[in-house]
């Protein structure tokens, strides 16, 4: 059954009701430097805030969003394709970018070793991501509403300890970089030594 990432304009029609989140993708990108990666781009809502200086490559398993993607930015090149089995070579990138998308890829740790494989040892993985709550209260209730959530959604598991997965890959969180809001992370990482 198709979710709600996999409907192209159902998507971007309930996008807009998060304007605080455009403006967190915008944030993001915007630290994106040299040969750059975005997994999971989906209709491509962040490809507008690059620099034009980039060279971005953009990719997504689901080959629906991505006539959506390229309208939003003709000069990224698209590939249809999941994290964890990126068609590229090791140390190829200079930047990862994933907005959203680690609470949906089914493998979480193949895709995050995957994104360390192709990156450059002086790379960065910039990252937003929404984690599991920090109360029992709050935790819970994501557990509890985690299968129809992820149901609807077509993938999103609401929580996801994505940083602690990202940790745990092997790269290091740069302390100043961590921004946080409510059950939102947004933060830059590099590779441990
Ligand atoms: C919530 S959407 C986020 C889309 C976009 N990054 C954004 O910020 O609006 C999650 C995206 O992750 C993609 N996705 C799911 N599994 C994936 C995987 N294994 N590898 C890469 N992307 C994946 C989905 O197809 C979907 O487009």
New binding site residues.
């Given amino acids: 059954m198709r979710g709600i990432?996999q409907i192209p304009w159902l998507?971007d029609l309930l996008?807009h009701l998060a304007p605080g989140v455009e403006r967190w993708?915008g944030k993001l990108v915007a630290g994106a430097r040299g040969r750059v990666l975005e997994?999971?781009?989906?209709?491509g809502?962040?490809l507008p805030g690059y620099r034009e200086d980039v060279e971005l490559f953009a990719?997504?398993?689901?080959f629906d969003?991505l006539p959506r993607a390229c309208r939003r930015c003709g000069d990224a090149r698209f590939l249809c394709a999941?994290?964890?089995f990126l068609p590229f070579a090791d140390d190829s990138f200079d930047c990862v970018v994933s907005?959203?998308?680690f609470c949906?890829?089914?493998d979480v740790d193949r895709?995050l070793r995957e994104l360390k494989r192709v990156l450059r040892p002086e790379g960065r993985l910039l990252m937003l991501e929404h984690v599991q709550a920090r109360s029992k209260f709050g935790a819970r209730f994501l557990d509890w509403i985690q299968p129809a959530w992820t149901r609807i959604t077509g993938?999103?598991h609401p929580n996801r300890d994505t940083v602690a997965a990202v940790e745990r890959a092997g790269f290091v969180i740069e302390a100043d970089s961590l921004r946080v809001r409510g059950l939102m992370r947004r933060f830059t990482a590099r590779l441990a030594d």
Avoid: I
């Fill in positions: 990432e998507y996008m993708r997994v999971g781009c989906g209709t809502r962040t990719l997504d398993p689901n969003v999941s994290a964890e907005s959203l998308v949906s890829v089914p895709g993938g999103c």
